[in-house]
């Protein structure tokens, strides 16, 4: 380990945990243990299971890499712990993760600073029998996606146009969660923009055969693409990449993330959701977009960890 290198401490990369991206954060949380071993980081990869507070009382590390997707790890949970014993991390700190991963509070955030974001509406568990169906369609325009409030890895989210339809996906949206939001569907382009240390990265254009980027696109088609440069024009790009930041920091993100957009009939950019800790595999889209910044793999984990000290 080198001089530089020992600053870090011992770094325990957490990943794994009880949500339902607990293989992605497994995956993840290898690909950034591995690249720490090859940058001779005094290093360890420890799969948190269903209780993270059992790992991190324990404290035998002095610096945190979190690799947790989904609850605990991404909403402020983990964070929480970690400020309290007072031992550096990786990524947002509590606040702004419980905001990013709050899909209806994000987009309140967004909306009170004038930032587009499509227009939608939240509904609560025990309100479910309440709802007026096709009186929500007809306000949000017709077609609808409909999220839970706080998942992620687009697990489920359904994309309806029927009264019928979005009932039913509403009901499946809140076996995941007791808040719901129905989401106007915008037809644009799909676009994603990495964050690293306060870099925007270049964008990443979205491409797949249905029109919806949903689970099965993002982890089982072998059709979805990912087009990095995304073909945007220079001037249309550093909008995109200052539209982002500013979602990004209009939420006291820090770190690293990513914000996802989408374009509306009028080729306008509009805001879906912040992530604060994405994939980190060799093929997730922040090390996408990195490497086309000429930024390597182990470097970008590097400039990551460098963001906790």
Same mark, same amino acid.
């Given at each position: 380990?080198?001089?530089?290198?020992?600053?870090?401490?011992?770094?325990?990369?957490?990943?794994?945990?009880?949500?339902?991206? =607990? !293989?992605? *954060?497994?995956?993840?949380?290898?690909? $950034?243990?591995? #690249?720490?071993?090859?940058?001779?980081?005094? %290093?360890?990869?420890?799969?948190?299971?269903?209780?993270?507070?059992?790992?991190?009382?324990?404290?035998?590390?002095?610096?945190?890499?979190?690799?947790?997707?989904?609850?605990?790890?991404?909403?402020?949970?983990?964070?929480?712990?970690?400020?309290?014993?007072?031992?550096?991390?990786?990524?947002?700190?509590?606040?702004?993760?419980?905001?990013?991963?709050?899909?209806?509070?994000?987009?309140?955030?967004?909306?009170?600073?004038?930032?587009?974001?499509?227009?939608?509406?939240?509904?609560?568990?025990?309100?479910?029998?309440?709802?007026?169906?096709?009186?929500?369609?007809?306000?949000?325009?017709?077609?609808?996606?409909?999220?839970?409030? =706080? !998942?992620? *890895?687009?697990?489920?989210?359904?994309? $309806?146009?029927? #009264?019928?339809?979005?009932?039913?996906?509403? %009901?499946?949206?809140?076996?995941?969660?007791?808040?719901?939001?129905?989401?106007?569907?915008?037809?644009?382009?799909?676009?994603?923009?990495?964050?690293?240390?306060?870099?925007?990265?270049?964008?990443?254009?979205?491409?797949?055969?249905?029109?919806?980027?949903?689970?099965?696109?993002?982890?089982?088609?072998?059709?979805?693409?990912?087009?990095?440069?995304?073909?945007?024009?220079?001037?249309?790009?550093?909008?995109?990449?200052?539209?982002?930041?500013?979602?990004?920091?209009?939420?006291?993100?820090?770190?690293?993330?990513?914000?996802?957009?989408?374009?509306?009939?009028?080729?306008?950019?509009?805001?879906?959701?912040?992530?604060?800790?994405?994939?980190?595999?060799?093929?997730?889209?922040?090390?996408?977009?990195?490497?086309?910044?000429?930024?390597?793999?182990?470097?970008?984990?590097?400039?990551?960890?460098?963001?906790?000290?």
């Amino acid at each position: 380990m080198t001089t530089a290198n020992a600053q870090f401490g011992r770094v325990a990369v957490l990943c794994g945990g009880k949500s339902s991206e =607990r !293989e992605i *954060s497994i995956e993840s949380g290898g690909a $950034v243990y591995d #690249a720490l071993t090859r940058l001779s980081i005094d %290093s360890q990869l420890i799969d948190v299971g269903d209780n993270f507070l059992d790992v991190v009382f324990e404290k035998t590390f002095d610096r945190v890499f979190i690799a947790m997707h989904g609850s605990d790890g991404e909403d402020g949970s983990l964070q929480g712990a970690l400020k309290l014993l007072k031992i550096p991390f990786t990524g947002s700190k509590v606040l702004a993760s419980a905001l990013a991963m709050d899909k209806a509070r994000s987009k309140q955030v967004w909306r009170s600073l004038g930032l587009a974001t499509p227009d939608f509406i939240e509904i609560h568990l025990e309100s479910r029998k309440k709802q007026k169906w096709s009186k929500i369609l007809s306000h949000l325009g017709g077609g609808v996606i409909v999220k839970p409030c =706080r !998942e992620g *890895s687009s697990i489920g989210i359904s994309s $309806v146009d029927t #009264a019928e339809a979005l009932e039913q996906a509403s %009901s499946w949206a809140f076996d995941f969660d007791d808040r719901v939001i129905i989401e106007k569907k915008l037809t644009g382009q799909e676009y994603t923009v990495g964050i690293i240390a306060d870099q925007a990265l270049p964008s990443i254009c979205i491409k797949t055969d249905t029109g919806f980027y949903d689970f099965q696109s993002k982890y089982r088609s072998t059709t979805t693409r990912y087009l990095c440069p995304s073909g945007l024009s220079k001037s249309r790009e550093l909008a995109l990449q200052s539209f982002c930041y500013d979602a990004y920091t209009a939420l006291g993100c820090t770190g690293w993330g990513r914000v996802d957009v989408i374009t509306d009939d009028k080729g306008l950019f509009h805001l879906l959701e912040v992530n604060t800790v994405p994939g980190l595999t060799k093929s997730s889209l922040v090390p996408k977009a990195a490497e086309a910044a000429g930024i390597k793999f182990d470097d970008a984990v590097y400039r990551i960890l460098e963001t906790s000290l």
